[in-house]
């Protein structure tokens, strides 16, 4: 019999292009992109080699949203992309950083809208 994969995440996540800076505790650090955020984790794009356990920080700063630096580990890895688990629920800095993903999000779906009714007939 197959094995079926359940999903565990308790919130849907938001596609998004969040540039934020990854730090591993005491001295490594690096760029990171969220490519999709939700309320409870997150996946980072990233250049550095991190180990599945590994215990993070992510620092974003945005329109409305001072540096903040954010908790996490990591719970997967693939090739440069890693699932994130954030460890502070309560971090104001999560919200402000959701409420940026879907600025963007609804953003791209309006330029994708846009493009779509703009686009010249074929003859």
């Given at each position: 019999m197959p094995?079926?994969?359940r999903e565990q995440r308790r919130a849907p996540r938001i596609p998004c292009d969040l540039r934020v800076l990854?730090?591993?505790p005491p001295?490594?650090?690096g760029p990171g992109v969220l490519l999709n955020v939700s309320i409870g984790g997150a996946l980072l794009q990233t250049p550095l080699i991190l180990d599945p356990l590994a215990q993070i920080e992510l620092e974003v700063e945005g329109p409305g949203l001072r540096r903040s630096s954010i908790k996490a580990s990591i719970t997967r890895r693939e090739v440069h992309q890693y699932g994130v688990e954030f460890r502070d629920a309560n971090n104001m800095a999560i919200g402000k950083m959701m409420q940026m993903a879907q600025s963007q999000a609804e953003g791209v779906h309006e330029?994708?809208?846009?493009?779509n009714f703009a686009a010249p007939l074929a003859d």
């Open positions: 094995e079926v994969f990854v730090i591993v001295a490594i650090f330029e994708s809208s846009a493009c």
